[in-house]
């Protein structure tokens, strides 16, 4: 029988994930690693695999951990309150992170998604699934009368997704309150829908029923 493991596997990925997210894949050794969690090089083969494999398990626990509650404490409200509470809520742990580290999962994406055929269908499965919880807010937004229809709803969605991917760059780099609030207010004047627009008016590139 395979003996139990004498160590909190949780608090491993999470030291993982800090050290992982601190400085990306590509500059962690795995001396890094053994500091950070506290387990010796052997013990952290032997339970995780290498140090991609080990990667990947942190990179999950990140995204189940931070963006999958995330989107289910915004998709609950009205759709206007949910996109804007979304912005706003990264804006602000971005803004309190001493390290600026930005988002782990865009800083995979500069590191070596384009060049990595491992961890590109997790990071652009990721993306995908943001931009979903965009497309559900503004395609409620636009049945309400609160969000513009003059775009189409998954125009506006990608573009949602295009400032917020921004807004985590500019962390890193432009760490001011000043900068990413007028990146988000720019995206929600753009988003609101005007006085002369009607809920039941068809959306830009929308196909009527009749068609």
Not at 49 to 58: C, E, H, I, T, V
Request: charged letters at 25%; a negative charge.
């Amino acid at each position: 029988m395979a003996r139990p493991r004498e160590f909190d596997e949780e608090a491993v990925l999470d030291g993982a994930v800090a050290c992982f997210w601190r400085q990306g894949f590509d500059a962690t050794s795995i001396r890094d690693l053994v500091g950070e969690t506290g387990l010796t090089a052997a013990s952290l083969y032997n339970a995780f695999g290498d140090k991609r494999s080990l990667f990947r398990l942190a990179l999950e626990r990140y995204i189940e951990a931070g963006i999958g509650p995330r989107i289910a404490r915004y998709e609950a409200m009205t759709p206007l309150e949910g996109v804007r509470g979304y912005l706003e809520d990264v804006m602000a742990r971005s803004l309190n992170d001493p390290e600026n580290k930005g988002c782990m999962v865009v800083n995979a994406a500069l590191e070596f998604a384009a060049r990595d055929a491992e961890f590109r269908p997790v990071i652009v499965g990721t993306f995908a699934r943001i931009e979903a919880f965009f497309l559900d807010c503004i395609e409620r937004g636009q049945q309400d009368g609160s969000i513009t229809r003059l775009l189409a709803a998954a125009d506006l969605a990608r573009h949602c997704l295009a400032v917020l991917m921004g807004v985590r760059v500019l962390v890193r780099v432009r760490p001011e309150r000043t900068v990413l609030n007028g990146a988000v207010a720019a995206l929600m004047a753009s988003l609101a829908a005007g006085p002369g627009e009607r809920a039941d008016a068809s959306p830009v590139g929308a196909i009527s029923r009749e068609d």
